[in-house]
């Protein structure tokens, strides 16, 4: 059997507080235990809210600029697949010759 951290007394689990494990006659005389549950629920819930209020703007964080290096890259690739095509001498999608 589980005893109050508090009056010491014997204490079903089931009527013990969850958070401060006092029992329920120790927990009704002290209501500031309560009081802290309900505002770290209330800074929880407002962390929650924080969070949700942010995230939309993630996705729309890519900057033209960003946009503009992967187009380079792609470009880039793209050359050097054509010159590895060159090299193979057997172009797979160019039917006309550049030079
Ligand atoms: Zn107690």
């Known amino acids: 059997m589980a005893t109050c ?11 013990r507080d ?4 006092v029992c ?7 209501p500031a235990v309560r009081l802290g549950i309900g505002s770290i629920a209330l800074i929880f819930l407002a962390v929650v809210f924080a969070n949700r209020i ?3 703007s993630q996705p ?3 900057s033209s600029e960003e ?9 880039a690739q793209t050359l050097m697949i054509k010159k590895l095509q060159s090299l193979l001498g057997n172009p ?4 006309h010759s550049d030079d």
Do not use: F, H, W, Y
């Open 24 to 30: 329920s006659r120790c927990r009704n005389s002290a």
């Open 60 to 62: 729309a964080s890519v």
């Open 54 to 56: 942010t995230e939309p």
């Open 92 to 95: 797979l999608d160019s039917p």
């Open 18 to 21: 969850l958070v401060s494990g």
């Open 67 to 75: 946009i503009r290096e992967l187009r380079l890259t792609v470009q």
């Open 5 to 15: 951290p508090q009056c010491n007394a014997n204490a079903s689990i089931l009527k």
